[in-house]
C-alpha cells in the first residue's frame, strides 16, 4: 500500500505543531471483485454491495475513534489514580453515516468516491470531551499534543474566538495510528474539547435549530443566541474563578 505523507510545520505562540497530511488508500480495505467498488453512487444502488464496501472504512474508523477515546481514558484513570482534580467530565463518540458522508460530498461538490471521502472529510470519526472548566480544556489539547505518536491536521480555536452565534469549542482534527493485520493507517479523528456550559449552550442551540427547521421558520436567532452564550459564559467564568481559589 502507497503512503503520500506531507509535513508542515506550524509556529504558533510558543507551540511547535507538526501538521501531517497522509493521503488514505483504500485498496487493502475494499473488495477488489467489483472496479466499481469505488463509486459511491453505484454501491448506494446495490445494497448489499454498498455494505460489502462501506463496513470496512467504517471499522477502520471506529477503531481509529475507540483508539481516541482510549487515549483520553487512560489520562481520566491518571488523575483519578493520583487523587487530582480529573479535567474530563464525560466523553461522547459518534461515527458518521455513508449516507451523512455521502451528502457532505455533494454539499462540498466532490467526486463522490470513497478515496475522496476518506481524504477530505475530516470528521467521519468524532469524540467530545467535556470538562468541567474552560482551563482542562487546555490542559487536556497539552497532554494529547505531547503524545509523539498523534499528529495535528488542524485545530480552530473556537473558545478563543467564538462563532457568531456564540458556539464555543476547541476543535482538533488529529491523525491516529490504527494497526491491521498487514498495515498501518494513520486515521483521521475529529476532537471537540468544551466545557460543561459551553456544551450546555451547544445542546440548547441545537435543539432550537432542530425545531426552527422542523417548523421552517426563517427567523435569525443569532444575536439572541450570542446573547445567551454570553451570559452563560459569564457564570461560568466567575465558577471557575471560585474554583481556583479552592485549587490554590
Known amino acids: 500500500m502507497k503512503k503520500t505523507t506531507k509535513q ?4 504558533s505562540d510558543d507551540n511547535v505543531i507538526i501538521k501531517t497530511e497522509e493521503t488514505l488508500e483504500l485498496n487493502g480495505l475494499m473488495p477488489v471483485t467489483n472496479p466499481k467498488s469505488n463509486d459511491m453512487k453505484h454501491i448506494a444502488d446495490m445494497k448489499s454491495e454498498f455494505s460489502q464496501s462501506m463496513d470496512p472504512v467504517l471499522r477502520m ?13 487512560i489520562i481520566k484513570d491518571e488523575f483519578h489514580f493520583r ?3 480529573c479535567p474530563i467530565h464525560h466523553i461522547d463518540s459518534r461515527l458518521k453515516s455513508a449516507d451523512s458522508i455521502l451528502g457532505k460530498l455533494q454539499k462540498k461538490d466532490l467526486d463522490l468516491t470513497l478515496t475522496v471521502a476518506c481524504n477530505n472529510i475530516y470528521d467521519i470519526a468524532g469524540v467530545r470531551v467535556v470538562c468541567p472548566y474552560v482551563k ?3 490542559l487536556l489539547r497539552e497532554r494529547i499534543m505531547a503524545q509523539d505518536d498523534i499528529f495535528i491536521m488542524d485545530e480552530k480555536d473556537y473558545v478563543a474566538e467564538p462563532k457568531r452565534n456564540g458556539y464555543r469549542s476547541l476543535h482538533i482534527i488529529i491523525r491516529v495510528p490504527v494497526y491491521f493485520m498487514n498495515k498501518k493507517q494513520l486515521v483521521p479523528v475529529e476532537l471537540q474539547l ?9 445542546s440548547l442551540e441545537h435543539d432550537l435549530k432542530y425545531k ?17 452564550s454570553r451570559l452563560i459564559y459569564e457564570a461560568e467564568d466567575a465558577m471557575e474563578k471560585i474554583n481556583n481559589l479552592l485549587e490554590d
Open 61 to 73: 474508523y471506529n477503531a481509529a475513534m475507540n483508539e481516541a477515546i482510549a487515549r483520553f481514558e
Open 83 to 85: 487523587n487530582k482534580r
Open 212 to 228: 426552527s427547521h422542523k417548523n421552517q421558520e426563517e427567523i435569525d436567532f443569532t444575536a439572541k443566541l450570542y446573547e445567551c
Open 194 to 202: 468544551r466545557s460543561l456550559a459551553m456544551d450546555l449552550w451547544a
Open 8 to 11: 508542515i510545520i506550524d509556529i
Open 136 to 138: 482542562d480544556i487546555y
